[in-house]
Structures are given as structure tokens and as C-alpha cells.
């Protein structure tokens, strides 16, 4: 029986395991998961100022009345001197799952150069690259969830710092989720692809047994 179909769809997995991770690493590598603008209700600012950050480190741009500062930020400084807009368990609940999602990934990758290298006898079923990419989208999904509910309870009304804020800078309504937030989601939606691609080699699979059973009789 002709698996090469079987076998094509194993390598284009693992292509697209690789755009996964490249989405994920391109996410978590920016500092666009956040983006805002800043005003200043007692100062008279010549230029808006404006922020982002991402999920370790960001940018806050404000102009005190005196010229524009840009004043860059650790969020795991801020998280251990407990004024980061992040919770402490959100961040770390979402950097845990991306992280463990990016393991079963991988895992879903050496599954397929497995079964990929194997010579065949019969149709694999691919339990192994399944679980492991379902796996890997239920904690991709779970990060997603938990750094948008952190987003909606605590970055929604304000990414200052307290003096910043005593100061008069607001960031109140004014911030949205950025382009890395949608590389990672789009790293999810990805992941969708080695599902098609293994039925389709089932069904070449099933469709060229039936052919050789025709041929037999």
C-alpha cells in the first residue's frame, strides 16, 4: 500500500509545528501585547505620550512638561516591588502554559519524525501528534484566557505607577491588546492545520487500500 501520502502529511506537520513556535517566540520576544496612550490632566503636554509592554519588559513615554522621557521597565522587577499592572498569578500562570504548550509542540514534532522515518506496513494512527498538539492548544488557550482576564481586571484602568498617576498621567480607556497578543493567538489557530493535514493522509490511507483490494480481486 502507497503511505507516502501518510508520510508527506507527518513532514508538513512538522512545518507547521515550526510557524507555531516562531509565532510564539515572535510573541513573547516583543513588547506589543499592551499598547496606550498616556494624558496628563495638570500638565499641558506638547506630545502624547503613549506606552507598551510585553510580557517581561516595556516602554512608558511621558512628558512631564518638560520634554519627552522614555522610560523603560522590567515587569518582573515591578511584579517583585509589587507595583506591576500584572497579577503575580496571571503572569505567571501565563508564561507557565505558554511555556508547557511550546513543550508539547515539540513533543508533536519528534512524534512525527517518528512516525515520519518509520517504514510502513499499515495505516498509524497518530495518537501520539494529536494528544500532544491537543495538549499544546489547551495550555496555548488557557495562557490566552488568563493574560486577557488579567488585561480586563487590571490593565484596563491603569499601567502607571503610583507616582506616575499622583503626577496626573491616566491611561484610563485608552489601552488595548497589541500585535504580539495576536501572534500568539494566531499560533493557536495554527495549530488547527496538523489535524487536516492527518486526516487527509488517513484518507489517502483508506482510498488507496481500497484500490489495491480492487485490484487483488
Not at 495638570?42 to 510585553?54: C, F, R, T, W, Y
Not at 495518537?127 to 492548544?137: D, E, K, N, R, S
Not at 496555548?140 to 498617576?165: E, K, R, W
Request: some cysteine; charged content about 15%.
Amino acid at each position: 500500500m502507497n503511505f507516502l501520502c501518510q508520510r508527506l502529511s507527518f513532514y508538513a506537520s512538522i512545518i507547521v509545528y515550526g510557524i507555531s513556535i516562531s509565532l510564539i517566540a515572535g510573541a513573547l520576544i516583543t513588547q506589543q501585547w499592551i499598547q496606550g496612550k498616556v494624558v496628563n490632566s495638570k500638565v499641558i503636554a506638547m506630545v502624547e505620550g503613549k506606552m507598551h509592554a510585553g510580557l517581561f519588559s516595556g516602554v512608558r513615554v511621558l512628558d512631564w512638561g518638560l520634554g519627552v522621557r522614555t522610560i523603560p521597565f522590567s515587569v518582573l522587577s515591578e511584579l517583585e516591588e509589587h507595583t506591576s499592572f500584572f497579577g503575580r498569578g496571571y503572569w505567571f500562570g501565563t508564561v507557565s502554559f505558554t511555556a508547557f504548550g511550546m513543550l508539547f509542540i515539540l513533543l508533536a514534532m519528534i512524534f512525527c519524525l517518528i512516525y515520519g522515518m518509520k517504514r510502513q506496513k499499515e495505516y498509524i494512527t497518530p495518537y501520539g501528534i494529536m494528544g500532544c498538539t491537543a495538549l499544546a492548544m489547551v495550555f496555548l488557550i488557557g495562557a490566552a484566557l488568563l493574560f486577557y482576564v488579567n488585561f480586563s481586571q487590571y490593565m484596563i484602568d491603569t499601567v502607571l505607577l503610583d507616582s506616575q498617576i499622583d503626577a496626573g498621567f491616566s491611561t484610563k480607556d485608552k489601552i488595548w491588546v497589541g500585535y504580539s497578543f495576536q501572534l500568539f493567538i494566531a499560533s493557536i489557530v495554527v495549530l488547527l492545520l496538523p489535524f487536516i493535514l492527518l486526516f487527509l493522509g488517513r484518507v489517502n490511507c483508506f482510498i488507496s487500500q481500497r484500490v489495491m483490494e480492487k485490484t487483488e480481486k
